[in-house]
């Protein structure tokens, strides 16, 4: 089945981008997202993308996918303390809301 | 618009018991997933509906089970409960038909004694 990796921790100072990565295994994984969760939260959608895109930009928020590598980043331009959290990368195939998620990257902002 | 709601919000159970958790969808959103978090296993899977009809199931034993009514309000249940069931329950609902964003609620956290 699909395994979805991330580092476990990123330590950024505020104003600084912060760049969170992620692999994927599985080649047919057509969606990929991106989920922000703070303590006692549920999951907050960030943004997703095709697998047909190289790049979508939202904001602060720019996701690159290079899909021959099945490598996903998630770079927030600018960073600052309220985005502290965790931060997880997900994959799904066309036909389903099935999501198999990495196990979060929590970043931490230094001010 | 209202989110995704999730009730309860906490409970505690013992070992043994049952559990029923439910699920609101957003207004107009017609599938309904369900995922298990916890600190060991992260995110996991459970199930899908759409339109009242189970498309996708989890790794998860029989004793997990789900439905979703014709309002596409969604109720999961927990036979049995054991000690390793203590979770963050997600419920995460979507419009189907294609549109990816999947919205998550703020989960019910369950703590089996």
């Known amino acids: 089945g699909e395994d979805v990796e991330q580092s476990l921790f990123l330590s950024v100072r505020e104003g600084d981008s912060s760049v969170i990565n992620c692999t994927y295994t599985?080649?047919?994984?057509?969606?990929l997202y991106w989920y922000k969760q703070e303590p006692g939260a549920g999951l907050q959608l960030l943004t997703y993308i095709f697998s047909n895109m190289d790049m979508k930009q939202d904001q602060r928020l720019t996701v690159l996918l290079n899909k021959k590598d099945k490598h996903l980043s998630l770079r927030i331009a600018d960073t600052q303390t309220g985005d502290s959290a965790i931060y997880f990368c997900a994959a799904s195939g066309a036909g389903s809301y099935q999501l198999t998620f990495g196990k979060g990257t929590k970043l931490s902002v230094i001010p | 618009k209202a989110g995704v709601t999730q009730t309860p919000r906490y409970l505690i159970k013992t070992r043994g018991q049952q559990v029923t958790l439910s699920c609101s969808p957003i207004?107009?959103?017609?599938?309904v997933s369900w995922y298990q978090q916890t600190p060991g296993q992260g995110l996991q899977f459970l199930f899908e509906y759409f339109s009242e009809t189970q498309r996708n199931k989890g790794n998860f034993p029989g004793r997990f089970s789900g439905r979703q009514f014709s309002n596409s309000r969604s109720e999961m249940n927990v036979s049995t409960l054991e000690l390793g069931d203590s979770a963050l329950y997600l419920c995460?609902?979507?419009?189907?038909?294609?549109?990816?964003?999947?919205?998550f609620g703020e989960g019910s956290r369950l703590t089996v004694l």
């Open positions: 599985d080649s047919s994984s057509t969606y």
């Open positions: 207004s107009g959103h017609r599938s």
């Open positions: 995460a609902s979507s419009p189907g038909q294609g549109v990816r964003e999947l919205f």
